[in-house]
């Protein structure tokens, strides 16, 4: 039995019984095995349309040039950066301000205010996270 046999019969008895972590883990590690067209057969099988972790790890795989090149240069931007391709048609708007709070405690005070007053205007959870930081800054301050 070959490795894409063997995950895609894992795929059809996970979706019937679930996922065991060891069979999970074993399934995703056979992954950079199988060739490109083997990986997005298992990524479009009806058998993994509702199963989350291990159709992701069969898109980070298929796409992981892309997916690093995207974090490189998200890393390498500024803050003020960051905050002009929020909005973007790129789709790494998440991403953006993943990076945003991962900065946030290593910034000055004049970019860890315009990262509170981008996040202020978006998600309902960003606008959470910005209040608690303005607070928190505020009584650095005083």
Not at 56 to 79: C, H, P, S
């Amino acid at each position: 039995m070959t490795d894409y046999e063997y995950i895609y019969q894992q795929m059809k008895k996970a979706h019937y019984k679930g996922w065991g972590d060891e069979e999970l883990r074993k399934c995703v590690d056979m992954l950079p095995t199988l060739s490109r067209e083997e990986q997005l057969a298992l990524y479009r099988s009806r058998w993994i349309e509702h199963e989350k972790a291990l159709k992701e790890a069969i898109f980070n795989q298929l796409f992981k040039e892309r997916i690093g090149e995207r974090d490189r240069k998200i890393k390498a931007m500024t803050v003020d950066e960051l905050i002009e391709n929020l909005h973007d048609e790129n789709g790494y708007g998440k991403f953006i301000v993943l990076e945003m709070k991962e900065r946030f405690d290593t910034l000055d005070d004049e970019d860890k205010m315009k990262i509170i007053d981008t996040l202020s205007a978006s998600s309902k959870a960003n606008q959470k996270w910005a209040e608690g930081k303005r607070k928190k800054l505020d009584k650095e301050k005083k």
